[in-house]
């Protein structure tokens, strides 16, 4: 629990590029800690509860997309405030209905100590539910990337696999995406920091539209 920000003596979000929270929790896969997963991304991903229709297209949704995720090296991790007994029923009856074997563990988290520490419960929308987030965990444990929904809107799963794909080449490449940038796409060069750089910028033979922008190939 080091790891959760407090402000005013109150626990707050976990911040972008500082150490995700460390957790230990009972799974549909037996008992995980965060650091099992050192050396792979992570998207740990939370959802309001077993057995409803948003959640369950989710689920199938996250299950289509986990080949996907594995070529990139990115491991899956859901979560709700109910117990390992709901879950594995409820993955049961998703293969039963839906003809869909859901592949990654589930955190069990009755005592709701890691939404606590994720910030996944908003009292404003419900006191016993989690919201709909994405934290992604990159292969250090930084928490590189957070999303938020409310219990009303199913997430969009390849938003989700661009933003993978974009923090990737960002690691990568050194770079920056633009708006709707997908694989293949020109990327962003960061904007020089001094007007020396700003004039070799202009010269350099990237695609410039003034100093502070230009675009490249990868």
Not at 87 to 114: C, M, Q, S, T, Y
Not at 137 to 142: A, E, L, M, S, Y
Not at 178 to 200: L, M, Q, S, V
């Amino acid at each position: 629990m080091d790891t959760i920000v407090q402000e005013n003596g109150k626990a707050t979000l976990p911040r972008l590029n500082q150490p995700a929270p460390l957790f230990e929790a009972e799974t549909t896969h037996g008992t995980l800690r965060l650091e099992d997963f050192q050396g792979s991304w992570v998207i740990l991903f939370s959802h309001p509860a077993d057995f409803t229709p948003v959640c369950t297209t989710e689920f199938i949704a996250f299950t289509e997309l986990a080949p996907e995720l594995k070529k990139r090296g990115v491991e899956l991790c859901g979560l709700s405030i109910d117990s390992t007994y709901s879950h594995i029923a409820w993955v049961r009856n998703i293969e039963k209905n839906f003809g869909v074997r859901v592949p990654f563990p589930i955190i069990a988290d009755l005592n709701k100590e890691v939404a606590s520490l994720y910030g996944m419960v908003m009292p404003g929308e419900s006191k016993t539910e989690t919201s709909r987030c994405v934290f992604v965990i990159d292969p250090k444990g930084i928490l590189r990337a957070m999303i938020y929904y409310p219990l009303t809107t199913g997430r969009n799963t390849q938003e989700i696999l661009r933003l993978i794909d974009a923090l990737q080449a960002t690691d990568k490449h050194g770079i920056a995406t633009p708006a709707n940038w997908k694989p293949g796409e020109k990327i962003i060069i960061p904007p020089p920091r001094t007007t020396e750089a700003a004039e070799e910028r202009m010269k350099a033979g990237y695609e410039t539209a003034d100093w502070y922008f230009s675009k490249r190939a990868i």
